[in-house]
């Protein structure tokens, strides 16, 4: 089955990074030196890959791929789902193909799943501590070039998605109303270009009236205290829906998910999540 996702070139990806570890168009480059120096073309491998710590896994489909792009015929089963929380020890792929092959793409499918599965396994453990209050949202804080799979991994952990880049929603911050003049007046003028999701941040309680008569069709209350939640969700009174961002931290999610707000947004899902431990053995055939 083919790994799809809206705006993300797969095959792309998989050339680029293997172009990048095997040095495609640098002097000298464009092999893996010690796998044919030191493998015969011909050896076969079996492999497990596994995961030493309790993870949520996402990214599996894509290390499959990086295997198939040098090896076609291998011979990979995926036994874990994305999105499956399995404990340490689990087995995750076997597969059996081409020796050099596999060992050419090991880093690239490992990379690739260590990451997505440290970032679904952190958002679990996020929405876990919110206790059925509000959902979860990443943020853009992505690595460039990453985006689309980082943001999937959050969903593997149980996240919704943000807006997904500067296209698909207005996001209204401190610098654009600066640069309007006030809240409503920048909300207006979004609004007045026909855009339809307006997200206008707010760090005063006295500027929600204004962002809502404007048309603003989400608020994003930016470093509030809990006091200041549960007051701006009584204003805002279910109109639209209100977001806490900023300085979100796993031991304090669980009680601002708790003012009523509709999401909390968490930048560090993307931007700090550790790698996930898991690991390649082979066997020769």
Not at 155 to 166: E, T, V, Y
Not at 260 to 281: C, F, K, M, N
């Amino acid at each position: 089955m083919t790994f799809t996702l809206p705006g993300f070139d797969l095959a792309h990806f998989i050339r680029a990074t293997l172009d990048e570890d095997l040095g495609v168009g640098l002097p000298g480059g464009g092999h893996d030196v010690t796998s044919e120096s030191v493998i015969p073309a011909d050896a076969r491998f079996a492999g497990v890959m596994d995961t030493r710590d309790a993870i949520t896994v996402a990214g599996l489909p894509i290390a499959a791929a990086f295997f198939r792009a040098l090896d076609p015929a291998m011979d990979i089963a995926i036994l874990a789902e994305e999105g499956a929380q399995v404990p340490a020890g689990t087995d995750l792929m076997r597969l059996s193909g081409n020796a050099r092959a596999m060992l050419t793409a090991e880093r690239g499918a490992l990379n690739t799943a260590q990451h997505l599965s440290g970032i679904a396994t952190m958002t679990r453990s996020y929405v876990d501590a919110m206790h059925g209050h509000a959902t979860l949202l990443d943020t853009r804080k992505t690595i460039p070039g990453l985006r689309y799979l980082e943001k999937y991994a959050t969903r593997m952990g149980g996240a919704q998605n943000h807006r997904m880049g500067l296209w698909d929603a207005a996001m209204i911050k401190d610098n654009h109303v600066l640069v309007a003049g006030g809240v409503a007046e920048a909300v207006r003028r979004a609004k007045a270009a026909g855009v339809a999701n307006i997200i206008c941040e707010v760090d005063r309680v006295s500027q929600i009236e204004p962002a809502l008569s404007a048309g603003a069709s989400h608020i994003l209350l930016d470093n509030m205290d809990l006091d200041k939640l549960r007051e701006s969700v009584g204003i805002i009174a279910g109109r639209v829906p209100c977001e806490a961002s900023g300085g979100v931290r796993l031991d304090t999610i669980g009680a601002i998910a708790a003012t009523g707000v509709t999401y909390v947004s968490v930048g560090r899902l993307t931007q700090s999540a550790p790698a996930a431990d898991i690991g390649l053995d082979f066997t020769p055939l």
